[in-house]
């Protein structure tokens, strides 16, 4: 089976670091990846891991470990406009890319 | 930049009726998918296809639902006899392929079907 669990959700005030954590257990892994959510908007990709490690993007980082089945999202210096949903998927075999729940971001000045 | 495009928005249907949506994928793009999001729920995935045939479905996607590439650019998904909970959002997402990129999925802004 397949299993991604993120928390539901998180607070964190404007110019802070958040850190969004995803678990996962899944057969197979061809990489996990990021997508940000706003409400009544469709998903957009922020991140890529395929090796274990860090990847920096601006002021998104992403990290994964395989052997823990464990990634996270690094936001830093969060502005309002981060406030949204953000989605860990894993592309476990195949072509499945399977969703976690998302974990809602609120972001407060 | 090149984009998934859907239609329609927002559809409103009798309980029992059928409703095809339709999407777009971007032009070099190998992989296509629907994936399904009741309100406040996560992303589901229902189906991926490729080289003009399903290679993967979930659970959700039974015999009520089928998908078609009519011709090089649309790809649809047909709902037959839809039922209350078949109330959601409804992405269409499509990617490159296996080399060379990230792989992410490319989503469209999603139709919305509401079955009264």
């Known amino acids: 089976g397949q299993n991604i669990d993120q928390p539901t959700e998180m607070t964190a005030t404007e110019g802070a670091i958040v850190q969004i954590n995803c678990t996962y257990q899944?057969?197979?892994?061809?990489?996990l990846f990021w997508y940000q959510q706003h409400a009544g908007e469709a998903p957009t990709f922020l991140s890529y891991n395929v090796l274990d490690g860090l990847e920096e993007k601006g002021r998104f980082s992403s990290f994964l470990s395989r052997s823990k089945g464990y990634s996270y999202l690094l936001l830093k210096e969060l502005q309002m406009k981060d406030s949204a949903s953000y989605l860990c998927a894993v592309n476990g075999h195949g072509q499945n890319f399977v969703f976690g729940p998302g974990t809602r971001l609120s972001v407060l000045p | 930049e090149p984009e998934v495009t859907q239609t329609p928005s927002h559809q409103v249907t009798q309980m029992g009726q059928e409703v095809i949506l339709r999407c777009v994928p971007i032009s070099n793009h190998l992989y296509f998918y629907w994936y399904r999001q009741i309100l406040g729920q996560k992303v589901e995935f229902l189906v991926s296809f490729y080289n003009n045939e399903i290679s993967e479905k979930s659970e959700i996607f039974d015999d009520q639902f089928s998908v078609e590439r009519p011709d090089g650019s649309n790809f649809t998904l047909k709902i037959r006899s839809t039922k209350l909970e078949d109330s959601a959002m409804y992405f269409c997402?499509?990617?490159?392929?296996?080399?060379?990129?990230?792989?992410?999925?490319?989503f469209g802004e999603g139709s919305r079907l509401t079955v009264l």
């Open positions: 997402a499509s990617r490159e392929g296996d080399r060379g990129n990230t792989g992410e999925l490319f």
């Open positions: 899944t057969s197979g892994f061809n990489g």
